[in-house]
């Protein structure tokens, strides 16, 4: 049975599970797809969220950074998760903030869509916008490294490029260090740009 990463959407999360794939030269192990419907995505992650990646017997794994780390083991481990224990800890470090700052960037979005009859709670906006700000300022100072390539810099270009895609915060006059480490990381890592957001 072939693996399958289920998507929806121009899903950042999922974003970083497409481009790992690609990264692993997995692409011929797992392929790429849509949930059938809101049902079967429940059976499968009682979450109903997406990515999931529904492996050779049948189990699907979520969220990403489970998946990530899946597809390390497949591609032979220490890949994109270093083995070595100072290493391996500052990947999964730096991906878990790459993570917080998504996840502010989404609730931004998510306050308008999912409220479209009420007054944007600016409160709330401000605390969401200031995780995101508070995070890229501590990737600025100590960004992850380009190459070797790890989850913690998959996060973090993937968190960029989608706030780019949203707009949720104007990120770029206020950290150029990031403008500069995103241009080296698309060249650097050109597949990249098959799995830019679009509507």
Aim: glycine fraction near 10%.
């Amino acid at each position: 049975m072939t693996m399958k990463l289920l998507l929806r959407g121009p899903s950042p999360f999922g974003r970083k599970g497409t481009f790992a794939i690609a990264h692993l030269g997995l692409s011929d192990r797992v392929d790429v797809g849509v949930p059938d419907d809101e049902e079967s995505l429940r059976k499968l992650n009682p979450l109903a969220k997406v990515p999931a990646l529904i492996i050779e017997d049948g189990t699907a794994l979520f969220d990403s950074r489970v998946i990530l780390e899946y597809l390390d083991m497949l591609a032979g481990g220490d890949k994109i998760i270093p083995v070595e224990t100072g290493a391996r800890f500052g990947a999964l470090r730096e991906a878990a903030l790459a993570d917080g700052i998504l996840e502010g960037a989404l609730l931004v979005t998510y306050e308008g869509r999912y409220r479209p009859d009420q007054t944007p709670y600016e409160p709330w906006l401000d605390f969401q916008r200031g995780k995101v700000g508070r995070g890229l300022a501590a990737m600025a100072d100590a960004p992850p490294a380009i190459t070797p390539l790890t989850v913690g810099g998959i996060g973090l270009a993937c968190a960029l490029e989608y706030i780019d895609f949203r707009e949720q915060y104007d990120w770029r006059p206020e950290f150029p260090a990031l403008v500069a480490w995103l241009d080296d990381f698309n060249a650097a890592h050109p597949v990249f740009a098959d799995s830019k957001p679009s509507d």
